[in-house]
């Protein structure tokens, strides 16, 4: 609740989250990235500040539950609702690897995953729960499938994310610098402009 009253003065946290894009590391950008991820903690979402926006976006139950990483790119006009991840995929081994980028006027309904590297046309809806790791075509309906797929060699799972200047990797908890340098250019290539 209090840094919903510390908003306030910027108009509405997409105004603040355009002060956080702001080029340079000056204290008052530090602290509009921390006013703005102190928003997002406080409502159990994580928006990135560098997620790309054409025009802002419809949540028709506020920033509730809502992942968004650093590298998406979403349309104008779009519907999300509450629970829905829209994530980048970072393990370099995947046939997803890479961010979501999605169309203007789509509408997506609680719980929905997009993930990695897949491309969104306009005027998409994708069901409650959908887990999309897959290309879309415009004017499209996605629905809920299941199917399990199972792999006889063993699938790695490290989450990559660059901090402190360098790319990491977690296993039990705590983070390792990568030193494989095929994965550091794979990385590089795909998230880093």
């Given at each position: 609740m209090i840094f919903r009253l510390l908003i306030k003065?910027?108009?509405?946290?997409?105004?603040?989250?355009?002060?956080?894009?702001?080029?340079?590391?000056?204290?008052?950008?530090?602290?509009?990235?921390?006013?703005?991820?102190?928003?997002?903690?406080?409502?159990?979402?994580?928006?990135?500040?560098?997620?790309?926006?054409?025009?802002?976006?419809?949540?028709?139950?506020?920033?509730?539950?809502?992942?968004?990483?650093?590298?998406?790119?979403?349309?104008?006009?779009?519907?999300?609702?509450?629970?829905?991840?829209?994530?980048?995929?970072?393990?370099?081994?995947?046939?997803?690897?890479?961010?979501?980028?999605?169309?203007?006027?789509c509408y997506i309904y609680p719980g929905a995953k997009i993930i990695g590297n897949v491309i969104i046309g306009d005027n998409v809806q994708i069901a409650s729960n959908a887990v999309v790791t897959y290309n879309i075509p415009s004017n499209s309906l996605v629905t809920c499938e299941e199917k399990i797929i199972r792999r006889e060699k063993k699938i790695?799972?490290?989450?990559?994310?660059?901090?402190?200047?360098?790319?990491?990797?977690?296993?039990?908890n705590t983070s390792f610098p990568v030193e494989d340098k095929e994965i550091i250019h794979k990385l590089q290539n795909k998230f880093q402009q």
């Amino acid at each position: 609740m209090i840094f919903r009253l510390l908003i306030k003065p910027f108009g509405n946290i997409w105004k603040l989250k355009a002060l956080c894009n702001i080029e340079h590391d000056s204290f008052l950008t530090k602290v509009h990235r921390f006013l703005y991820n102190s928003y997002q903690f406080e409502h159990g979402s994580a928006i990135s500040y560098k997620a790309t926006f054409t025009g802002t976006p419809n949540l028709p139950y506020g920033i509730k539950q809502i992942i968004i990483s650093d590298n998406a790119k979403i349309g104008k006009n779009c519907v999300i609702f509450q629970q829905v991840t829209i994530q980048d995929d970072t393990l370099p081994s995947s046939t997803s690897f890479g961010s979501p980028i999605i169309g203007d006027n789509c509408y997506i309904y609680p719980g929905a995953k997009i993930i990695g590297n897949v491309i969104i046309g306009d005027n998409v809806q994708i069901a409650s729960n959908a887990v999309v790791t897959y290309n879309i075509p415009s004017n499209s309906l996605v629905t809920c499938e299941e199917k399990i797929i199972r792999r006889e060699k063993k699938i790695q799972n490290k989450y990559y994310t660059f901090t402190n200047n360098q790319w990491v990797y977690f296993d039990n908890n705590t983070s390792f610098p990568v030193e494989d340098k095929e994965i550091i250019h794979k990385l590089q290539n795909k998230f880093q402009q």
